[in-house]
Nanobody
Protein backbone atom coordinates (compact mmCIF):
# COMPACT_ATOMS: atom_id res chain seq x y z
CA UNK A 1 0.00 0.00 0.00
CA UNK A 2 1.41 3.35 -1.06
CA UNK A 3 1.27 6.22 1.41
CA UNK A 4 2.50 9.78 1.06
CA UNK A 5 2.48 11.75 4.30
CA UNK A 6 3.12 15.49 4.26
CA UNK A 7 4.29 17.52 7.23
CA UNK A 8 5.83 20.89 7.97
CA UNK A 9 2.94 23.21 7.26
CA UNK A 10 1.84 25.96 9.59
CA UNK A 11 1.41 29.67 10.11
CA UNK A 12 4.26 31.94 9.09
CA UNK A 13 4.67 35.68 8.64
CA UNK A 14 5.27 37.19 5.21
CA UNK A 15 8.92 36.87 4.30
CA UNK A 16 9.34 33.77 6.43
CA UNK A 17 10.28 30.23 5.50
CA UNK A 18 8.88 26.74 5.85
CA UNK A 19 10.07 23.33 4.74
CA UNK A 20 7.49 20.77 3.76
CA UNK A 21 8.29 17.07 3.87
CA UNK A 22 6.65 14.18 2.05
CA UNK A 23 7.56 10.80 3.47
CA UNK A 24 6.71 7.81 1.32
CA UNK A 25 6.04 4.18 2.08
CA UNK A 26 5.23 1.40 -0.34
CA UNK A 27 7.00 3.15 -3.19
CA UNK A 28 10.58 4.11 -3.98
CA UNK A 29 10.64 7.85 -4.58
CA UNK A 30 14.04 8.03 -6.30
CA UNK A 31 12.73 6.19 -9.37
CA UNK A 32 9.54 8.20 -9.62
CA UNK A 33 8.69 11.70 -10.69
CA UNK A 34 7.25 13.65 -7.78
CA UNK A 35 5.46 16.94 -7.45
CA UNK A 36 4.11 19.47 -5.00
CA UNK A 37 0.74 21.01 -5.76
CA UNK A 38 -1.32 23.54 -3.86
CA UNK A 39 -4.94 24.56 -3.67
CA UNK A 40 -6.12 27.86 -2.27
CA UNK A 41 -9.77 28.42 -1.23
CA UNK A 42 -11.96 28.86 -4.30
CA UNK A 43 -9.13 28.08 -6.71
CA UNK A 44 -8.07 25.11 -8.75
CA UNK A 45 -5.22 22.89 -7.64
CA UNK A 46 -2.00 24.01 -9.30
CA UNK A 47 1.48 22.63 -9.78
CA UNK A 48 4.10 24.30 -7.59
CA UNK A 49 7.19 22.24 -8.32
CA UNK A 50 8.18 18.86 -9.70
CA UNK A 51 11.25 16.67 -9.79
CA UNK A 52 11.83 13.93 -12.31
CA UNK A 53 13.38 10.53 -11.67
CA UNK A 54 16.69 11.95 -12.95
CA UNK A 55 16.34 15.05 -10.74
CA UNK A 56 15.27 17.57 -13.35
CA UNK A 57 13.23 20.20 -11.54
CA UNK A 58 10.42 22.44 -12.73
CA UNK A 59 8.74 25.34 -10.97
CA UNK A 60 5.67 27.47 -11.34
CA UNK A 61 6.62 30.98 -12.36
CA UNK A 62 5.06 32.37 -9.19
CA UNK A 63 7.48 30.48 -6.93
CA UNK A 64 10.63 30.43 -9.06
CA UNK A 65 13.63 31.62 -7.10
CA UNK A 66 11.82 31.25 -3.78
CA UNK A 67 10.94 27.54 -3.57
CA UNK A 68 13.21 24.53 -3.97
CA UNK A 69 12.15 20.92 -4.43
CA UNK A 70 14.59 18.19 -3.45
CA UNK A 71 14.75 14.53 -2.64
CA UNK A 72 16.52 12.49 0.07
CA UNK A 73 16.74 8.98 -1.32
CA UNK A 74 18.00 7.48 1.92
CA UNK A 75 14.93 8.77 3.77
CA UNK A 76 12.57 8.16 0.83
CA UNK A 77 11.37 11.73 1.33
CA UNK A 78 10.74 14.71 -0.93
CA UNK A 79 10.99 18.25 0.39
CA UNK A 80 9.75 21.66 -0.59
CA UNK A 81 11.82 24.48 0.87
CA UNK A 82 9.77 27.68 0.75
CA UNK A 83 11.48 31.03 1.34
CA UNK A 84 10.28 34.63 1.11
CA UNK A 85 6.72 33.48 1.62
CA UNK A 86 3.89 35.73 0.54
CA UNK A 87 0.22 35.82 1.61
CA UNK A 88 -0.72 34.51 -1.84
CA UNK A 89 1.22 31.32 -1.05
CA UNK A 90 -1.48 30.43 1.47
CA UNK A 91 -2.98 27.09 0.45
CA UNK A 92 -3.17 23.41 1.21
CA UNK A 93 -0.04 21.81 -0.20
CA UNK A 94 -0.16 18.29 -1.57
CA UNK A 95 2.61 15.88 -2.40
CA UNK A 96 2.01 13.61 -5.34
CA UNK A 97 3.68 10.80 -7.21
CA UNK A 98 3.11 10.83 -10.96
CA UNK A 99 2.00 7.21 -10.76
CA UNK A 100 -1.24 8.62 -9.38
CA UNK A 101 -0.73 8.79 -5.63
CA UNK A 102 -1.54 11.82 -3.48
CA UNK A 103 -0.87 12.79 0.11
CA UNK A 104 -3.52 14.17 2.43
CA UNK A 105 -2.23 17.73 2.29
CA UNK A 106 -0.75 20.18 4.77
CA UNK A 107 -1.99 23.71 5.39
CA UNK A 108 0.34 26.64 4.84
CA UNK A 109 -0.89 30.04 6.00
CA UNK A 110 1.15 33.19 5.37
CA UNK A 111 -0.19 36.06 7.42
CA UNK A 112 0.93 38.79 9.75
Amino acid sequence: QVQLVESGGGLVQPGGSLRLSCAASGIILRINAMGWYRQAPGKQRELVASISSNDITNYAESVMGRFTISRDNAKNTVYLQMNSLKPEDTAVYYCMCYRGYWGQGTQVTVSS
